[in-house]
């Protein structure tokens, strides 16, 4: 089992930037990849940005050179920094990690940015 917890959430400005951190604890020495995903109003969740344990990395194409993943193993802890947000970013974002070939999911955290 993993349990995985975000934070730095919040509301901030068009232009503004954020960062979330995702903690990891439990079994987490099966965990492969980690990734962030968000889900606004009516839609459907979507890959925001995924990073395997070798530090590859791959982004959706809306946030491509504005956020920016990391993870830090010695930490079980993965990042997002997210620059230049915009009023689309909003959503609630979920912290994601594969142990053993399972998906765990964080609880999720608010991100608002008014225009």
């Known amino acids: 089992q993993v349990q995985l917890v975000e934070s730095g959430g919040g509301l901030v400005q068009a232009g503004d930037s954020l960062r979330l951190s995702c903690a990891a604890s439990g079994n987490t020495i099966c965990i492969s990849a980690m990734g962030w995903y968000r889900q606004a109003p009516g839609k459907e969740r979507e890959l925001v940005a995924h990073i395997t344990s070798g530090g590859r990395t791959n982004y959706a194409g809306s946030v491509k050179g504005r956020f920016t993943i990391s993870r830090d193993n010695a930490k079980n802890t993965v990042y997002l920094q997210m620059n230049s947000l915009k009023p689309e970013d909003t959503a609630v974002y979920y912290c994601?990690?594969?142990?053993?070939?399972?998906?765990?999911w964080g609880q999720g955290t608010q991100v608002t940015v008014s225009s």
């Open positions: 994601n990690a594969m142990c053993s070939y399972v998906y765990y």
